[in-house]
T-cell receptor, first 112, second 114 residues
């Protein structure tokens, strides 16, 4: 089992739809959770950063963490064609020497 | 623009050759991470430096090496290149030693090995 698994996609939705992107993980030591957006052939861009369980909202984006289920989600409301990208989840235990583990990514297409 | 710069943007070389990729972190960031991204492997962590010292190694081949210089820029050296080394190489930087810090990624270097 991979340390971090992500809904494989690709995912196509109409403009205005609510999008749900999900990751599961196996390492219960993970405490810090991030979502990155990566446009084709560009560097990943940090979207959301959360610590421990709960929800965090930023504009049209909501990150949700359920540590008991080892499950994180990113919701995008009122999706736009400009949201079309690959979304990567990442997580870290936060300990010295520990590094980030990234999910394989989900490619999202928002159709106008 | 994340503030992280990488050069060159593209690199085309032949098998068996050696190349050097360069990364300049954001101003004030002490940590530099290197990642490899290929189509079938996703984003793979290679190595992490903090203020000139190696902090952690990931899936980095012995043919690859890196260092971080006193001015905090970093170089990733890839030698005896193979076709399978063709990938996007990203560096990222953060302020601290990576414990709970967010990372800012550069635009990447696209390496093609022919």
């Amino acid at each position: 089992q991979k340390e971090v698994e992500q809904d494989p996609g690709p995912l196509s939705v109409p403009e205005g739809a609510i999008v749900s992107l999900n990751c599961t993980y196996s390492n219960s030591a993970f405490q810090y959770f991030m979502w990155y957006r990566q446009y084709s052939r560009k560097g990943p861009e940090l979207l959301m950063y959360t610590y421990s369980s709960g929800n965090k909202e930023d504009g049209r984006f909501t990150a949700q963490v359920d540590k008991s289920s080892k499950y994180i989600s990113l919701f995008i409301r009122d999706s736009q064609p400009s949201d079309s990208a690959t979304y990567l989840c990442a997580m870290s235990a936060g300990n010295y020497g520990q590094n980030f583990v990234f999910g394989p990514g989900t490619r999202l297409s928002v159709l106008p | 623009d994340s503030g992280v710069t990488q050069t060159p943007k593209h690199l085309i070389t032949a098998t068996g050759q050696r190349v050097t990729l360069r990364c300049s972190p954001r101003s004030g960031d002490l940590s530099v991470y290197w990642y490899q991204q290929s189509l079938d492997q996703g984003l793979q962590f290679l190595i992490h430096y903090y203020n000139g010292e190696e902090r952690a190694k990931g899936n980095i081949l012995e043919r690859f090496s890196a260092q971080q210089f006193p001015d905090l820029h970093s170089e990733l050296n890839l030698s005896s290149l193979e076709l399978g080394d063709s990938a996007l190489y990203f560096c990222a930087s953060s302020v601290r030693d990576g414990r709970a810090d967010t990372q800012y990624f550069g635009p990447g270097t696209r390496l093609t090995v022919l």
